[in-house]
């Protein structure tokens, strides 16, 4: 049964976005939101339209590219058992849409339309979905409505209740209450989430699955081709491998870096790459006086001893922690950490800044001992230090990285029985 909220959001969502439309051109990112999905359903008709016609259907959401990398491996669990399976991927940012608008396991990678109802009955009418499986969270509940009317199986995997999140707030439980109650499979990623999704929630179809991006780094990391052409550089050194780092990161980092008295050799992925954030930090090392070389223009006479490896292409980051002995993720000294289980599959142990509360893998792989979290430079140095001159202490924490990914695959296999059944009752009519 619907809550109040959910049927009042309902009636008054054409009129709030549609004011939100009115005044886009004074807010550069509602304006963004707003122009990119203009033509979006006569883009999606022609791409819809000229597919060959599909037998099962499988839409999924994700707010962004890190939700989807969650759906990646369960996507290809899917095609290859079933390879005439029909996948349709929505966004609602344009970050993850300008990120995977080529993904070719999909028939049609799109925005999300504006949630209102007419938009969202016009979305199901055009893909006619089996299943719609949304990842994480991003809950719209005009799509959602309309996916459940037309009849398809509504799936929400790996799920998180977060404490003091806005699902508590006793003002919109109710509201959440009704949206999660419009799934007919919940997966979380812990028990401690399937006991409050039952428990608050009166979500008795929820069950705890895991994460699917485990799986998704220890599928990617037996394959580290991108990085071969540096291995040979690396062999039998000790290195550290900066990843997805900001300047706050970068200016912390070598600064303990510069300090330490047996320096590990140091490679720099930024968070952003392109042409005026890579000439930055290049102006930085000069500065500081550290010779570096760039990935873009690397020579058979690069001197990792000598010299920093800046890393000015995009693509290397999750495979080049395979040549790494110690991982830095940046982002914890600024929004939030960013990915910690691209290093931890490696078995090599990680480190990262204190604002990472937003990511509870980042949060469980420091209490089992496969993560430090440094405060500052001080303490950032300290745990260098430690890792280079306690091999024992380093192999440790390494180990403790890896067997925390390892023992948390499996969710893919769980959500992926799941649409599979599915697949075999349609297939069976």
């Known amino acids: 049964m619907n809550s109040l909220a959910l049927t009042t959001y309902t009636i008054i969502s054409p009129l709030l976005f549609g004011a939100a439309g009115l005044i886009s051109p004074l807010f550069r990112r ?57 996948v349709y991927v929505s966004f609602l940012s344009d970050s ?88 007919n499979h919940i997966y979380t990623v812990s028990a ?26 220890f599928l990617r990391s037996r394959n580290p081709g991108k990085v071969a052409h540096l291995k040979p550089f690396y062999e039998n050194r000790t290195v550290l491998i900066a990843g997805s780092i900001w300047p706050i990161d970068e200016a912390l980092l070598l600064g303990a870096w510069q300090r330490l008295e047996n320096s590990p050799d140091l490679v720099l992925v930024p968070h952003q790459v392109n042409t005026e954030n890579i000439e930055r930090l290049c102006r930085t090392l000069e500065e500081r006086n550290i010779p570096f070389a760039r990935v873009s223009s690397l020579d058979p006479a690069f001197d990792p001893e000598q010299q920093v490896l800046v890393i000015d292409e995009t693509g290397y980051l999750a495979e080049l922690y395979s040549i ?28 990262f800044g204190p604002r990472h509360h937003n ?16 405060e500052d430079e001080t303490s950032l140095l300290a745990a260098l230090n430690l890792f280079m001159k306690d091999c024992a202490v380093r192999a440790g924490s390494g180990e403790a990285a890896g067997a925390f990914v390892k023992e948390r695959t499996g969710a893919t296999a769980i959500i992926s029985r799941c649409i599979e059944n599915y697949l075999a009752v349609a297939e069976s009519a």
Not at 146 to 175: C, T, W
Not at 343 to 351: S, T
Not at 362 to 374: C, M, P, R
């Open 30 to 86: 509602l304006h963004t939101f707003t122009s990119l999905r203009k033509n979006l359903f006569e883009e999606l008709e022609a791409t819809v339209r000229s597919a060959a016609k599909p037998s099962f259907r499988l839409w999924v959401h994700a707010a962004s590219v890190g939700e989807f990398e969650q759906a990646r491996p369960v996507i290809a669990a899917l095609q290859e058992k079933h390879p005439k399976i029909t």
């Open 96 to 183: 993850g849409y300008n990120a995977r608008k080529n993904f070719a396991g999909a028939t049609a990678v799109f925005y999300l339309p504006v949630d209102t109802p007419a938009n969202a009955k016009r979305l199901v009418s055009l893909l006619e979905p089996d299943i719609l499986l949304l990842m994480r969270y991003d809950f719209w509940p005009n799509h959602l409505l309309a996916a459940k009317k037309s009849g398809a199986r509504l799936i929400l995997a790996a799920a998180v209740l977060q404490e003091n999140s806005q699902y508590f707030n006793p003002l919109l439980k109710g509201f959440y209450r009704s949206i999660f109650n419009l799934f």
């Open 192 to 217: 401690k989430d399937s006991r409050a999704f039952r428990d608050l929630f009166g979500c008795l179809q929820a069950e705890t699955a895991g994460d699917p991006r485990f799986d998704q780094v």
């Open 324 to 351: 790494g002995s110690i991982a830095y993720v940046g982002g914890g000294f600024g929004v939030n950490v960013h990915n910690t289980l691209e290093p931890a599959v490696y078995g090599i142990p990680v480190l």
């Open 359 to 374: 990511s509870p893998e980042a949060e469980d792989l420091a209490e089992k001992g496969g993560a430090t979290v440094v």
